[in-house]
């Protein structure tokens, strides 16, 4: 009797562990169904970025949700995130100057959309608004502002060129939705003609700058022997009046001082070496 009573205690508890296992099994079944079906109704909008929703019913709707997570509807509704930071981007065009040269300008701007606005950007240019208006935007005010300067002026204008283009190109775009924060010019080049001509001006400069300088200074050094010469003809002069009114002895003076400044000036010299007048130095020989 033991014994059966012991098989169907046996028996009872392994039919409980089964039916516990079972509903743990379910439960948590149902549990992650129930966190998948409530992710399926959740988006996240990361830092940063904002988004909108799209509904297959209603369209686009004017609310622009923040950072975090919104529920929407998966079948009938779509988040459209956008990034709201400042984004750089470099604009390359051709255009013509005042003086119908050609100009390669690259521009580098600094740009954001409106938030507010995000839904009318979304509904009339897309998700790539940026590709779409700013290249046509920035070669519009760029030949408008560019016409208005020769050549040379874009080169030494250069901070006024780029602050008109700014001014312009911020006040456009502003117009569709898209804030600028700088813009400013990074290359500036024109064609291989003109500059070979700016080149060879420089270098004709230059020569004309070096011909001047020369034909200077010819015209000094005729200046300056002029001023010698006359200075020679006045002392010359002076020195003949002198002897006529006082005799020879002031030519003697001018020989004497000449001829002492020639002997200090041989004194000093390494490579001079004196003579008795009479007599021989190396061997005492009298002369005959």
Do not use: W
Request: charged share 25%; net charge positive.
């Amino acid at each position: 009797i033991r014994d059966r009573y012991g098989g169907l205690h046996f028996c009872i508890n392994m039919l409980a562990r089964k039916r516990l296992a079972t509903f743990l099994l379910t439960g948590t079944a149902i549990l992650s169904a129930s966190i998948v079906g409530v992710n399926s109704f959740l988006y996240t909008v990361r830092g940063g970025h904002r988004a909108i929703i799209f509904d297959r019913l209603q369209g686009v709707k004017q609310d622009v949700k923040g950072e975090g997570a919104h529920l929407y509807i998966p079948i009938l509704q779509k988040p459209v995130i956008f990034d709201v930071r400042t984004t750089p981007k470099n604009l390359v065009t051709e255009t013509g100057s005042k003086d119908l040269q050609t100009v390669a300008v690259t521009l580098r701007v600094l740009y954001k959309p409106a938030e507010n606005k995000l839904p009318d950007i979304f509904s009339q240019y897309g998700k790539d608004y940026a590709e779409r208006v700013l290249p046509s935007l920035a070669n519009e005010v760029l030949k408008a502002v560019m016409a208005q300067y020769d050549a040379g002026e874009l080169i030494t204008q250069r901070e006024v060129v780029s602050r008109e283009i700014r001014e312009s190109l911020t006040d456009r775009s502003r117009s569709f939705h898209i804030l600028l924060d700088d813009v400013s010019i990074t290359h500036l080049s024109f064609s291989q003609e003109y500059t070979r001509a700016i080149e060879e001006k420089q270098v004709a400069q230059q020569e004309a700058e070096r011909a001047r300088f020369v034909v200077e200074k010819a015209q000094q050094q005729a200046r300056a022997a002029v001023i010698r010469a006359e200075g020679e003809s006045e002392s010359a002069r002076l020195i003949t009046e002198a002897t006529l009114d006082y005799g020879p002895a002031l030519v003697e003076l001018r020989r004497i001082e000449a001829a002492r400044e020639i002997a200090q000036t041989l004194s000093k010299s390494r490579n001079v070496i004196y003579l008795p007048r009479e007599g021989n130095m190396f061997f005492n020989i009298p002369p005959k």
